[in-house]
């Protein structure tokens, strides 16, 4: 049996002994995590979700926190031909072991939901079966209560606040925490190159923390 689930934005099929690597995890070596973003189920019975597959689910044991390859990439600016960065990144991977597939019954396992390591908190300790619960109409994110008005943020619109948001960042002091690999990390989510060193978010944020 084979399940295809999704992750970190990607989509993998496994089976049971298959070792992994996905995109960090808020999880310790040796946890057992659940992914419920099923896709497709395998077997004698093959099952397609519409989107995903209610109550299935796949386990697996993380191994490691690791880091991929190092990528190198140049940030040219227009209009000043001269004037370009090189920059190397390594992305924060997980290391996983596939341990069992489930076809139903996920809601009751108990096991830890997989969840990305830039998630907010509240986000990573909700209960595998807030999916489940959650309205058909998918709408758009809104800030959550007490949550930072991130548009005070220097060249943050609405458009750009609803990114973060879906990232999982909702406070302006997650932001002031920033390092130069988790600044890389969203440079690519975002789809805007050095713009968040450009516009000195970090700096910003930790002012704005402060009030």
Avoid: C
Avoid at 73 to 95: C, I
């Amino acid at each position: 049996m084979f399940a295809v689930l999704k992750t970190g934005g990607k989509q993998y099929k496994v089976q049971a002994g298959d070792v992994l690597r996905v995109e960090k995890l808020a999880a310790e070596a040796g946890e057992t995590v659940q992914f419920n973003e099923i896709l497709m189920l395998g077997g004698d019975t093959p099952s397609v979700g519409s989107p995903m597959i209610t109550g299935a689910a796949v386990q697996a044991t993380v191994i490691d926190q690791i880091k991929g390859e190092k990528l190198i990439h140049y940030v040219k600016r227009r209009r000043k031909h001269s004037s370009q960065r090189k920059k190397g990144h390594r992305q924060q991977l997980t290391l996983v072991r596939i341990t069992d597939i489930l076809a139903s019954g996920a809601e009751a396992s108990g096991v830890k939901a997989a969840v990305g390591a830039g998630s907010a908190p509240a986000a990573a300790a909700a209960a595998p079966a807030a999916k489940a619960a959650a309205p058909k109409a998918k709408a758009a994110p809104k800030a959550a209560a007490g949550a930072d008005d991130l548009k005070q943020l220097s060249g943050v619109g609405p458009a750009l606040e609803k990114k973060l948001l879906e990232a999982g960042v909702t406070s302006f002091a997650q932001i002031a925490a920033w390092g130069p690999e988790d600044i890389a990390e969203f440079d690519e989510k975002l789809s805007f190159k050095g713009r968040i060193e450009r516009e000195g978010w970090v700096e910003q944020a930790k002012t704005l923390a402060q009030g």
